[in-house]
């Protein structure tokens, strides 16, 4: 693998936008509270916010996702999908599956998605994706928010169900990382416009949550326990529980887990 930079020195732009490559314009932050954020407050698609430390990272649903400084890779991209609005939904799985196929090609290794897009190392989280619509100049825009754990140590890991590449013994730059997956995710975004079902292809066979009993833990405390038995055609997890089927989508679930019942 080609060492651009050591671990836990700082990023440089001009490498980072050698990596990106002439689709993507690049904006590199020594700290910012959150990269999507910072991307939201004058957005123009094609352009990217690299922040070397982000203090106070957004997950779903609010949640945080903060890491050492000069440890991960964390990046928002600001895209216009070109699709109508009945296949956005499919955004959040294709941006996991941009992540999965860059940490493969950067890494070498196999890496799987848990629904809707946590991209699991050895069953563990390496790498936490958010993705918003906004209001763009001339129509809705999509920032893609990604934060990949790359140098951490067992001991600066945000939640004891994380992993970093260092932890799985993967050597590997963050800026050949952001080029590989801003590799993979020009190639997926291209696909979208002209096909939206290319996203399912790709994801179902890297999607680990399916062929599993789960619990799907509900906005309302309620807890949904079923075979997931499929990812439909809106990227929706089908359980199937006592009632029969039902389809669950990223925004109408707080956790899915495997059962422990």
């Known amino acids: 693998m080609t060492s651009i930079e050591p671990a836990r020195s700082p990023l440089e732009a001009s490498a980072l936008a050698t990596a990106a490559g002439r689709a993507w ?3 590199l932050l ?3 509270a959150s990269t999507n954020a910072v991307a939201a407050e004058s957005p123009v698609a094609g352009s990217i916010v690299v922040a070397d430390h982000q203090t106070a990272g957004r997950g779903r649903l609010d949640r945080e996702w ?7 890779l964390t990046f928002s991209a600001v895209v216009q999908p070109g699709v109508a609005d009945r296949h956005w939904p ?3 799985l294709l941006a996991g599956v941009a992540v999965a196929s ?5 890494a070498g290794i196999d890496v799987a998605l ?6 699991l190392l050895s069953e563990r989280k390496l790498c936490g994706i958010l993705v918003e619509r906004i209001t763009g100049p001339v129509g809705p825009l999509a920032v893609i928010g990604i934060g990949i754990n790359v140098d951490l140590t067992e001991a600066e890991l945000p939640v004891p169900t994380a992993t970093s590449l260092a932890i799985e013994g993967v050597a590997v730059t963050r800026t050949e ?20 079902e290319s996203v399912l292809v790709a994801y179902r066979p890297l999607c680990t949550t399916v062929g599993r009993t789960v619990d799907v833990h509900l906005p309302d405390g309620s807890v949904l326990t ?16 006592p009632t029969g089927d039902r389809s669950v989508g990223a925004g109408d679930v707080v956790h899915v887990r495997p059962t422990s019942r």
């Open 25 to 27: 314009s690049v904006s």
């Open 30 to 32: 020594g700290s910012a």
């Open 66 to 72: 903060v890491t050492p400084a000069g440890s991960g």
């Open 90 to 92: 499919l955004l959040p």
């Open 102 to 106: 860059g940490v493969r090609r950067a």
């Open 114 to 119: 848990k629904w809707p897009n946590d991209v």
């Open 177 to 196: 990382l952001f080029g590989t997956v801003l590799a993979s995710l020009t190639v997926l975004l291209d696909a979208f416009v002209s096909s939206p």
């Open 226 to 241: 079923g075979d997931a038995v499929r990812i439909d055609d809106q990227g929706r997890l089908v359980v199937h529980g």
